[in-house]
T-cell receptor
Framework: SQKIEQNSEALNIQEGKTATLTCNYT??????LQWYRQDPGRGPVFLLL?????KEKRKERLKVTFDTTLKQSLFHITASQPADSATYLC?????????????FGAGTQVVVTP | DADVTQTPRNRITKTGKRIMLECSQT?????MYWYRQDPGLGLRLIYY???????NKGEISDGYSVSRQAQAKFSLSLESAIPNQTALYFC?????????????FGEGSWLTVV
């Protein structure tokens, strides 16, 4: 069966350091992988999308990599700030799926301390 | 004002009761979705609609029904609520299909079935 795994343990990190989150998947061939941010009691907010033929994508302090051989995406927050504290979700879409039929991981909570 | 508005934001209902969650959007998007989020699990797609006349089942549609009353409105009904439908429900929209179309989520509706 399809499985999308994110580290369930919270990532505690000091301000200024780089936070690295992992999204692993099995029995799945995504064409696109997305990362979302979710704050407590709020809906997910789209951050970045990376295609299967792209190795890396950047947006400001965020960087995403996508390794289809390892079936893994890494999400980096550089120079982390307390305002980056949230839960980060990865979501996958297959080429054959309708857009919006996202398969989500359970998310990893990031806590950035001053 | 939020682009994707869900009502109610919180509801406690009894087992066997019918409950409707409503979603309205001001983004003018054709596509609307209902997701469910449970602790430790990723968001799961319940139903999705590409336009007023096109409604499709998602991953976990059993026990739910939907109605697309207008382009801007998409409601989710639990015909006879049961305790394992206690969850956080999200409505989402997108302008179309494909990676150029961001998916926007509402703030969520907490539903507790007792």
């Amino acid at each position: 069966s399809q499985k999308i795994e994110q580290n369930s343990e919270a990532l505690n990190i000091q301000e200024g350091k780089t936070a690295t989150l992992t999204c692993n998947y099995t029995n799945y061939s995504p064409a696109y992988l997305q990362w979302y941010r979710q704050d407590p009691g709020r809906g997910p907010v789209f951050l970045l999308l990376i295609r299967e033929n792209e190795k890396e994508k950047r947006k400001e302090r965020l960087k995403v990599t996508f390794d289809t051989t390892l079936k893994q995406s890494l999400f980096h927050i550089t120079a982390s700030q307390p305002a980056d504290s949230a839960t980060y979700l990865c979501a996958l879409v297959r080429e054959t799926d309708s857009w919006g039929k996202l398969q989500f991981g359970a998310g990893t909570q990031v806590v950035v301390t001053p | 004002d939020a682009d994707v508005t869900q009502t109610p934001r919180n509801r406690i209902t009894k087992t066997g009761k019918r409950i409707m969650l409503e979603c309205s959007q001001t983004k003018g998007h054709d596509r609307m979705y209902w997701y469910r989020q449970d602790p430790g699990l990723g968001l799961r797609l319940i139903y999705y609609s590409f336009d007023v006349k096109d409604i499709n089942k998602g991953e976990i549609s059993d026990g739910y029904s939907v109605s697309r009353q207008a382009q801007a409105k998409f409601s989710l009904s639990l015909e006879s609520a049961i305790p394992n439908q206690t969850a956080l429900y999200f409505c989402a929209t997108s302008d179309g299909g494909g990676p150029g179309n961001t998916i926007y989520f509402g703030e969520g509706s907490w539903l507790t079935v007792v």
